[in-house]
């Protein structure tokens, strides 16, 4: 059974930093892409950031670029999203998400080919 579990979210401060982890279990998780996406009520889920199977390519929306960094540790099965310089509009719901490992991009930005997802950790940015 494959399990997505994000942790790190909370409340900060605008400009501040939180880094957000997504623990893998039931996967072989090295030859799977992984991203992180978020989502506010009444909105759909908005891309963030993605990164491919071997940690090769990252990808961003334009929105996150230069403030937020994903990297991912294969050994330990993780995932994380450093993000700095927070806005209040940042705030939201964050999911990873997970699914085979593919170098489409269009595919790597679209929500709707990952099979794989966490519950989600909320992070709240105050002005």
């Known amino acids: 059974q494959v399990q997505l579990v994000e942790s790190g979210g909370g409340l900060v401060q605008a400009g501040g930093s939180l880094r957000l982890s997504c623990a893998a279990s039931g996967v072989i998780f090295s030859m799977y892409n992984a991203g992180w996406f978020r989502q506010t009520p009444g909105k759909d889920r908005e891309f963030v950031a993605a990164i491919t199977w071997s940690g090769t390519n990252t990808y961003y929306t334009d929105s996150v670029k230069g403030r937020f960094t994903i990297s991912r540790d294969n050994a330990n099965n993780t995932v994380y999203l450093q993000m700095n310089s927070l806005k209040p509009e940042d705030t939201a719901v964050y999911h990873c998400?997970?699914?085979?490992?593919?170098?489409?991009?269009?595919?790597?930005?679209?929500?709707?080919?990952?099979?794989?997802w966490g519950q989600g950790t909320q992070v709240t940015v105050s002005s």
């Open positions: 998400a997970a699914h085979y490992r593919t170098n489409n991009e269009v595919a790597i930005r679209n929500s709707e080919r990952y099979g794989y």
